[in-house]
């Protein structure tokens, strides 16, 4: 037999045209070829296309007949899959494990139990199709076994292609209501009690295992809410409205009812509760609870929502959470509620948003829109949800909370700053003052003598007998006492030099900063003792020329 150019005894990295990804290999101890398993889960379409692909590539390179099993949970679309391969080729032939499944095995009514399933009587069949016993063998060669089981360990080696349809756990569970409810007829909180304590838990047991084997797995995206064409149109306002303005606005055949509703929204296992659109919600309303099966779109300014209600008990919440639901608010609403028929107002205070809205809806668009522009809320619409409003509350709360945070951070940081500036100017300050202190010793003696006068502050004492040169004393006086004026020289240059040793120990104590930042403790002894050396000669030096000075002119007095 011709083999196919999709051969590969290995799987390997694929890339190019759908069409060109599926790949087979060689199945251990046989001849036969199987596909190589697809790494990522495949949409409802692609997963159809891939299928048709493996099995042309399975009838060209195998023998005998193709069995390939389609499994998944109840009300994932397994059927629905089958009917279109079934309509692409006619040829097919199906095997519905539904028709093997053995009643007088049923416990508890839990028709998802496995051992329900007549396996000795299937495989006899397959076997005796294999065989080419006395049945219709299907021109195609193609035999699809559909069911939840359809991939199970006593199916699998026999399987030439596994495929597996499922769907989130959301999505499934309101199509096997939906199915149900038109199959047999059954109350909806009977048949979701069945899925939240039978369904689902054999689904997890028995059934997610096995479609990990698939070569392909399918998730099947259908939206059951895609179907309604008869949605919920609502208009929402945070303005203020009077119970006279809105009856005037509905005309006389007007109902008003009090309204207290608690919502509890659930979110779907694996959904992202900041963005999801596709909660559950179990309502309490006068004692009574309603599951609703809900989405919703906007068409600024409107918020569309298809919505299916079943009337539930209590007990359902913790079958639901069982599911893997949770809680992701709890909305309590007081409502004053007018109703013409066609449009219904409410006054909604919501107790967790401390906040009142109006709400126009109904199910004609145009007429909803009418009566909100008969009320003035035109212009003022806000296309939110709730659980969308307290979404956005909360988002923005963290982002404030964040913004906050940084602004007390900055603000503590600019207090360091400051400090930090302050400490710096003090510092200038300080060396400022060093550095202008001993010029101005130096400035003042050279302007006194020059101008024939000594300062006084070296010359004024408090004695008994007065100033030692009198205020009335003349330049020229001060100018014939020649000896007098030779010792305020030499005091003069005494002081010169004790300036130049000032600036000396200044760049000294310079330096001994710069070099303590470097940590260069040996430099910073040396400096030390170079200051210890200065000081001591210098306080001596001006200690004695101010005695001598004092003396001499005692002397002379």
């Known amino acids: 037999m011709e083999r ?31 596909i190589v398993p697809f790494p990522e889960p495949l949409s409802f379409e692609k997963g159809f296309f891939v299928m048709i692909r493996a099995i ?86 193609i035999v699809i076994i559909e069911g939840i089981y359809a991939l199970s360990d006593k199916l699998r080696p026999i399987l030439d292609l596994r495929v597996s349809v499922t769907g989130g756990v959301h999505f499934d569970l309101v199509k096997r209501v939906l199915r149900d409810i038109q199959r047999a007829g059954q109350e909806p909180e009977e048949i979701i009690h069945q899925i939240s304590e039978t369904v689902y838990p054999m689904y997890k ?3 997610e295992p096995d479609l990990k084997t698939a070569h392909i797995r399918i998730i099947n995206k259908f939206n059951p809410f895609s179907g309604f064409q008869n949605p919920m149109y609502i208009l929402k306002s945070p303005r203020s409205l009077t119970p006279d303005q809105i009856k005037a606005a509905l005309g006389e055949d007007q109902t008003e009812s009090n309204e207290e509703t608690y919502d509890i929204y659930l979110l779907p296992p694996g959904e992202d509760p900041e963005a999801c659109q596709s909660y559950l919600r179990m309502r309490n309303r006068e004692g009574k609870y309603n599951l609703m099966f809900e989405e919703w779109v906007t068409d600024n300014p409107f918020i569309i929502s298809p919505r299916i ?20 608010a709890i909305l309590k609403r007081s409502s004053r509620v007018f109703s013409d028929g066609k449009a219904t107002v409410k006054i909604d205070w919501l107790e967790q948003l401390n906040r009142r809205y109006i709400q126009v809806q109904g199910r004609d668009r145009l007429y909803v829109k009418f009566v909100a522009e008969q009320l003035g809320l035109d212009g003022s619409y806000i296309p939110r949800t709730y659980i969308e409003q307290i979404q956005l509350e909360k988002l923005m709360n963290d982002v404030m909370g964040a913004i906050n945070q940084l602004s007390e951070q900055i603000s503590t940081l600019n207090e360091r700053m400051d400090e930090f500036t302050c400490r710096v100017e003090d510092l200038n ?8 202190s001993p010029s101005q010793q130096n400035l003042i003696p050279s302007s006194d003598t020059r101008n024939g006068s000594a300062p006084t502050n070296l010359f004024v004492s408090q004695l008994g007998n007065g100033t030692l040169i009198p205020h009335s004393s003349s330049s020229n006086q001060l100018s014939k006492e020649s000896p007098l004026m030779e010792e305020i020289t030499v005091l003069s240059r005494g002081q010169r030099q004790v300036i130049h040793q000032l600036d000396n120990l200044t760049n000294l104590l310079h330096e001994h900063l710069v070099l303590t930042r470097q940590g260069n403790a040996m430099s910073r002894n040396r400096i030390q003792e170079g200051i210890d050396m200065a000081i001591c000669p210098l306080i001596i030096l001006t200690i004695g020329s101010v005695g001598y000075f004092v003396f001499k002119s005692l002397n002379r007095s």
Do not use: W
């Open 309 to 328: 209600t079943f009337e539930v008990s209590v007990r359902l919440l913790g079958g639901l959470m069982a599911l893997g639901y949770t809680i992701a």
């Open 205 to 207: 047991a028995f059934i």
């Open 4 to 34: 196919s150019d999709s051969l590969s005894e290995s799987p390997r990295k694929r890339n190019g045209l759908l069409r060109d990804q599926v790949q087979l290999v060689k199945r251990k101890d046989t001849s036969r070829y199987e």
């Open 429 to 436: 300050s300080k060396f400022t003052l060093i550095k202008s």
């Open 56 to 141: 042309q590539l399975l009838v060209q390179n195998n023998e005998g007949i193709i069995f390939v099993g389609v499994a998944g949970p109840s009300g994932a679309g397994k059927t629905v899959f089958t009917e279109k391969v079934l309509n692409f080729m006619p040829s097919v032939a199906v095997i519905s494990m539904d028709n093997y499944n053995d009643a007088s095995r049923i416990v508890d009514g839990n028709f998802d139990d496995p051992r329900l399933t007549d396996y000795d009587t299937l495989l006899e069949n397959i076997h005796g199709l294999k065989e080419g016993r006395t049945v219709d063998v299907p021109s195609s060669r």
